[in-house]
């Protein structure tokens, strides 16, 4: 059994570009969510995909896009990218079902926006 | 939104030594998980707690939602101990969770 993996681990880019990053869920989890840690501080949710659909979103601005694909993967996207989205972003999968919700957290990607 | 509230929010203990973390909530949940964040980001799953007790060697967590908290016991700390622990819960009917904002770790040799 694999676990949460996110790739890349690092990502440098500039102010007005766009980034996408990835994951893949842990084997048999059909539910991934994406959070936002900013340095010091606790991660903020970014939102949530059930079997290919949106199904939850934080309070994060439009240019905060995503996808779940058939085999559960998924990408984050990221537009007109600004200096305050330089953060670690982690992508947890999860299988909800009666009695437990255990969200496993991948290694998560590390995005400078200078 | 529900809060969530850590404490201590820094805590520096010698080898050897025992501590108790808290983790107090605003709103009922049906999901409480406590985490250990490693020098590199890497959230570790230490506990699913929504209530009760559990144990898992040194560690052991207790939920007590009819009164909103939880508590993180660490006994016997060791060095590899340090690091950041989170509590984060989920609202019943919300599928997301809320992170506290830490207690940082340190265990000194």
């Known amino acids: 059994e694999t676990g949460v993996t996110q790739s890349p681990t690092h990502l440098i880019k500039t102010r007005g570009q766009q980034v996408t990053l990835r994951c893949s869920s842990q084997?048999?989890?059909?539910?991934v969510s994406w959070y936002q840690q900013a340095l010091g501080q606790g991660p903020q949710f970014i939102f949530q995909y059930y079997r290919e659909e949106e199904n939850g979103r934080g309070n994060v601005p439009p240019r905060f896009s995503g996808l779940q694909f058939p085999n559960y993967s998924s990408e984050l996207n990221v537009n007109a990218l600004e200096l305050d989205d330089s953060a670690l972003y982690l992508c947890?999968?999860?299988?909800?079902?009666?009695?437990?919700?255990?969200?496993?957290f991948g290694p998560g990607t590390r995005l400078t926006v200078l | 939104g529900i809060q969530v509230e850590q404490s201590p929010p820094d805590l520096i203990l010698q080898e050897g030594a025992n501590s108790t973390l808290r983790c107090n909530f605003s709103?009922?949940?049906?999901?409480l998980q406590w985490f250990h964040q490693n020098p590199w980001g890497q959230l570790i799953n230490l506990f699913y707690?929504?209530?009760g007790t559990k144990q898992n060697g040194r560690l052991s967590a207790t939920t007590v939602a009819t009164e909103r908290y939880s508590l993180l016991y660490i006994s016997s700390s060791q060095t590899t101990d340090s690091g950041v622990y989170f509590c984060?819960?989920?609202?019943?009917?919300?599928?997301?969770?809320?992170f506290g904002s830490g207690t940082r770790l340190q265990v000194q040799p």
């Open positions: 084997s048999g989890h059909n539910t």
């Open positions: 984060a819960v989920e609202r019943t009917g919300r599928r997301a969770l809320t």
């Open positions: 709103d009922s949940v049906n999901n």
């Open positions: 707690i929504p209530s």
């Open positions: 947890a999968s999860s299988l909800p079902s009666p009695g437990t919700d255990t969200q496993y």
